[in-house]
């Protein structure tokens, strides 16, 4: 361990042990990624769901197993497929090679975004003690972004989200009850102020799990995993995000999806 004002070790180093609940021997506390990948992709257009439709000839789902799986310091990923598809994506990790680190599971999922992670969650070994829950929708996350929220989280923030300052300014509206309508603007934020948060969102273990235990969202539920410990009063903090964190979302993201792989390939020397 450094001294508290020298560098912070890598993610990839041990992390601190905790003690085992039977008294036995300390064990060292694990990082997991939980996946979200059980939607539809409905803004993507008809098609596969979303996590599984190709960049560059791979599923979605796997650039983003191996964007979580390129930090040293997550050592299990837990896959949210498809309710109907979980067999499929069980294949799917099996044939494309991940780290000898990296162990994965697959869980079926649930109708929100919220229900699927709390899935998920639920199949935790007791020994992972950092969380991070990351869209399937984000594929091209660099690893550094990765690893800047696991460390902040194992510095003792209890929830910590990457993100970007917006491009746009951003006006507050009463939505219109007929779509294309004119919407009355109630109020305009200073943009310096604004945020656009990401994945992946990292978590001390037991705060997320309070968070989904005990918040309730009506509709379609929480977007966003920060905002359910917001609601229990923690406090949350932003790191920076990376714009190849983007979210995969309409038609022309996935233009921008395959020209960032072009230029990495092209970087890379091919
Ligand atoms: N997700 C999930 N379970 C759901 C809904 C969403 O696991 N019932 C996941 C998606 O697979 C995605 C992430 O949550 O990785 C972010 O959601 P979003 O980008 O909204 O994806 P979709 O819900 O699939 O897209 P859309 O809203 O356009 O249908
Ligand atoms: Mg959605």
Do not use: C
């Not at 305009?188 to 969202?217: E, Y």
């Not at 966003?224 to 995969?248: I, S, T, Y």
Request: proline share 11%; hydrophobic share 45%.
């Amino acid at each position: 361990m450094s001294s508290p004002d020298g560098p912070r070790p890598p993610a990839g180093a041990q992390a601190p042990a905790t003690p085992s609940a039977s008294g036995g021997p300390a064990r060292p506390a694990r990082t997991a990624v939980v996946i979200p990948a059980a939607g539809r992709g409905v803004r993507l257009g008809p098609g596969a769901p979303k996590a599984l439709r190709t960049l560059s000839g791979t599923p979605m789902l796997i650039h983003a197993v191996r964007a979580m799986a390129a930090s040293r310091a997550v050592s299990l990923v837990v896959v949210v497929a498809p309710p109907d598809g979980a067999h499929e994506v069980k294949n799917l990790l099996d044939t494309h090679a991940l780290p000898e680190r990296t162990d994965y599971v697959v869980v079926p999922g649930g109708m929100t975004r919220q229900e699927s992670v709390r899935l998920g969650l639920g199949a935790l070994p007791e020994d992972v003690t950092t969380v991070l829950v990351h869209d399937a929708a984000r594929p091209l996350v660099p690893v550094e972004t990765v690893d800047a929220v696991i460390e902040a989280v194992r510095g003792g923030a209890p929830a910590v989200v990457p993100a970007v300052p917006l491009a746009d300014t951003v006006k507050e509206v009463e939505p219109s009850a007929v779509p294309g309508d004119p919407e009355p603007v109630l109020a305009t934020p200073v943009r310096a102020r604004l945020r656009a948060v990401q994945t992946p969102q990292g978590f001390d273990r037991d705060t997320l799990m309070r968070a989904h235990a005990t918040v309730t969202l009506d509709g379609e539920g929480a977007t966003d995993d920060a905002g359910m410990v917001e609601r229990l009063g923690e406090p949350v903090v932003v790191v920076p995000g990376h714009e190849e964190a983007f979210k995969v979302t309409r038609p022309l993201d996935l233009v921008l999806a395959e020209a960032v792989l072009a230029r990495r390939r092209a970087n890379d020397g091919f």
